[in-house]
DNA sequence: TTGACATCGTTGCATGTGCAATGATTAAAC
DNA sequence: GTTTAATCATTGCACATGCAACGATGTCAA
């Protein structure tokens, strides 16, 4: 008699990390089967493939810091980015333990078809939050920045 | 000499999907920690648990759409849940194509456990943002609303 | 009834993942 | 200078994942 447990009220559709991790889907969703279906290009080959096209000469341990990423991760995605031709990956000169990953032309090329696909993205997110928008970022700016 | 295609500008630490992809994994880490560590429970787990103490009598079927998973997800969950005694897997009555999931005496026990847990997780977020919460929850509502 | 089609849940398969352990290299300690 | 510790990247392993295919059941039309 004693089976009926009694339970707090939760409601799922209110907590905070339920509702990050499925809008985080959704908004990726999209754009990762269009980078797939198109390019062959996941979602952290994407997020490397960012970041070398901003900075060139960078480590696996630099884009593990900057676009959140385990390192083992990281060296898959680059591995299989080099397979694909888009990256190289040489050995950095000062440090022997280091590698340094830098865009081939070809890499170049296919961000120059990335990054507008993602910028029309992120736009086209915007145009539709209107003002929600500005509030989603300084929300996100306050639950990222400091911890 | 037509090697250096020119990149647009681009900002991945601006990138909505990709901010929302790392708020969701930080956000979610420490409780999942929590949750595997102490208690055996993965986050897939976790959501089909959470909807059954809100509403017994669910098939597979219900949950996959109201907790954002792909059914062969909640269906594996379901069996190691049904594995680790929280919950039973019996045939639904009316129509024998569903199975009808319900938390186990044991089952309530461990939400009675869990949900504090998440609530008061849930409380520290909203502490640590202030104003900021009710911003991101609007942002969040607008985002994720239609689509 | 029969047949065609839809729905539910599970499973096979290839691939991705976190985590710990490893080898290689460099830095620090003494 | 030698030993010890730290750092970097990769890999082995067990397990999770998405997706398509499947069997079982139910629905509908003629």
Known sequence: MTENVPLPDFDLSRFMPY???VAA??????????YRDRFGISIPEWRVL?????????????????????KS???????????QGYVTKTQHQGDRRLVRLKL?????????????LAQAYQDEIEARLGAAFAHLESGLTALLQDK
């Open 50 to 70: 960012v970041h070398l096209a901003t900075a060139e000469d960078v480590s696996v341990r630099d884009i593990e810091a900057r676009v959140a990423m385990e």
């Open 104 to 116: 081939t032309p070809r890499g170049r090329e296919l961000m120059a078809e990335l990054l507008p």
């Open 73 to 83: 991760k990281v060296s898959r995605a680059a591995t299989r980015l080099e397979a």
């Open 25 to 34: 889907q959704r908004t990726s969703e999209e754009l990762a089967r269009q």
């Open 19 to 21: 509702r990050l991790a």
